[in-house]
Structures are given as structure tokens and as C-alpha cells.
């Protein structure tokens, strides 16, 4: 009678570690990169495009549970703070789920997965996709880098993290190529943008653990305003994309994504009251994933020919 509580209290710390949301908002550039070197004639097997996915979720679980482990001083401390999806005196580094050896497991497991899965695709899909772990994962959380306790390069980390994403789906299909640097200008100015919400959002937090986010440096109010001329520079640059002979896919995610962007923006002012913006992150991910799934739908259907 004892086993189900166990194993249901087992599962639940590492459903929480995995972080299935940020999982899907960051699988769309692997998706959206796979789907357009399909659309440019990229093909390959089931088999590699299942190693594909496993060699991210592996990198996913990676980043997203030493995020946690790196922020287990300060989320103990802070034990009243909901961030997003849960309470962080919760996760299981702070709670002492996670004992030694169960947590070096964790880390080489799901570190040793995403380049053993990543090489079984090809070498160039292994380097980028080892590259967004190394930049969203130990970059952005590791004590001896820490980048998202530093005002810009929390945004950029972030923002980068999902170009060379989208690098890396690209490079699944197409190997030592990319899509060129007006889609990943596009693609790295959207992310930044989309990113910014949660910087502001995340301010009250910060300043309890002591962070230099670009929320606690330039305020919150400042952050939100600056999503403005984001759009703005979007605009431009999403028209000088269609110019180019680029995949029809990017384009389809651009003509989406740019009003999709501006009405994002001008929601988190509406909705921004402080010290919080009174947010849905539903309303964001929902929209997302049906874009994805359709990606993947396209992109496993062209890819294997």
C-alpha cells in the first residue's frame, strides 16, 4: 500500500526538475529548425529523428535541474516566493530529495544522454545541441559563470540559448550548414522579446536572492518599456526576410509570430500591475505548442521523404 505514495512523491520531483513548460518553449527552435531543412529537402530516418528529440530532452532535463540545484541556497531562504509553476522552498534540492549520488547520477545520466543521442544524429547536431546545454545550462546557472544574475546577459544568454537551438535542428537535417543570419537575427531578437516579461515578473524574486537580473538593475517598469523598441526593430527585419530565398517555414513563423509579438507586447503593459504582471503563461505556451506540433507534423512527414 506504501508504494504508490513513494513511487507518485519519486516521479513528482523529477516531473518538477524536467520543468515541462520551459521544456516546450525551448523545443520550438529545435523543431522549427528540423522543419525548415525539411522544407529545403534535408531527409532522414525515424530512428535518427527519435534520437534527435531524445538528445534534447536529455540536454532539457540538464539545464533545467541545474538550474535548480544552483539556486538551492536561495530558494531555501526565500521558502514564501512562488515563481511561475511552483513554490521554490519545493523543488527537490531544496527539499533534500536529492541525496549525493542520486544527484550525480542525475547529471551524468542526462549529460552523457544528450551527447551519446546527439552523436548517434551526426556530429554537427551533437555540437550545437552540447552548445545550447553548455549556453542555457552552465552559462546561465553555474556559480562560476552565473549569467542569469547579470544585467543583459540574462536576456542575451537566453535569447542565443534559442538560436543555436535552432541551429542545431537545422544541422539534424543539413549538416555543417545554417540558415543563414537574418532568420537567426529574427529569431534571436523574438526570443529576447518574449523573454523580457519574465525577467520583469521575476524582480521581487531576484532581490530576495540577491540577483543582478536586468529586472533588479533597470526596474521592471524599464524592462517592459523596452520590449517597444524590440517590436519595432522586428518589423524591419522580418521584411528584409521575406526578400530572401529562405524557407517557406520561417517565413510562415515570422508573418505569425511578429503580430503575435506586438500583441504580447501591448499585453504585458496592459496587464503589467505592480509588482507583477497578472499573467496566464497558458495564454503563452498554448499558442506555442500548436505551432509546434504542427512544425513536427510537417517536418517528421518531409524529412522522411
Not at 535569447?159 to 543539413?174: C, E, P
Not at 521575476?202 to 529586472?215: L, W
Request: aromatic share 16%; charged share 10%; proline share 6%.
Amino acid at each position: 500500500m506504501e508504494i504508490r505514495p513513494r513511487l507518485e512523491r519519486y516521479l513528482r520531483k523529477y516531473w518538477i526538475l524536467f520543468r515541462i513548460k520551459t521544456m516546450f518553449i525551448y523545443i520550438f527552435p529545435t523543431t522549427l529548425g528540423f522543419a525548415s531543412a525539411a522544407a529545403e529537402g534535408g531527409r532522414t530516418s525515424g530512428y535518427k529523428i527519435a534520437l534527435m528529440y531524445l538528445g534534447f530532452l536529455c540536454g532539457s532535463f540538464f539545464s533545467s535541474s541545474l538550474n535548480f540545484y544552483a539556486d538551492v541556497e536561495s530558494d531555501r531562504l526565500h521558502n514564501d516566493m512562488y515563481k511561475g509553476d511552483l513554490h521554490m522552498s519545493d523543488q527537490p534540492f531544496a527539499t533534500g530529495e536529492m541525496g549525493k549520488l542520486e544527484t550525480a547520477l542525475l547529471f551524468t545520466l542526462s549529460g552523457a544522454g544528450c551527447v551519446l543521442f546527439s552523436l548517434l544524429v551526426n556530429a554537427w547536431y551533437a555540437l550545437f545541441m552540447v552548445g545550447s546545454v553548455v549556453i542555457l545550462g552552465i552559462l546561465y546557472s553555474h556559480p562560476w559563470f552565473r549569467l542569469k544574475a547579470k544585467p543583459v546577459l540574462d536576456i542575451a544568454t537566453n535569447a542565443l540559448g534559442a538560436v543555436v537551438l535552432l541551429v542545431a535542428g537545422w544541422n539534424a537535417l543539413l549538416p555543417a550548414s545554417w540558415p543563414g543570419f537574418w532568420p537567426l537575427s529574427y529569431g534571436f531578437l523574438f526570443s529576447a522579446t518574449l523573454y523580457i516579461p519574465s525577467v520583469a515578473n521575476d524582480v521581487p524574486f531576484d532581490e530576495a536572492a540577491g540577483f543582478r537580473t536586468s529586472g533588479v538593475v533597470f526596474g521592471a517598469d524599464a524592462m517592459l518599456k523596452a520590449m517597444i523598441p524590440m517590436c519595432l526593430l522586428l518589423i524591419p527585419v522580418t521584411v528584409y526576410n521575406f526578400t530572401l530565398p529562405i524557407a517557406w517555414t520561417f517565413k510562415l513563423f515570422f508573418a505569425l509570430s511578429l503580430p503575435g509579438a506586438i500583441v504580447f507586447t501591448v499585453g504585458m503593459h496592459l496587464l503589467w500591475k505592480p509588482p507583477h504582471i497578472r499573467f496566464n503563461a497558458g495564454l503563452l505556451v498554448y499558442p506555442i505548442a500548436a505551432l509546434l506540433l504542427f512544425y513536427f507534423v510537417y517536418g517528421v512527414n518531409a524529412a522522411l521523404g
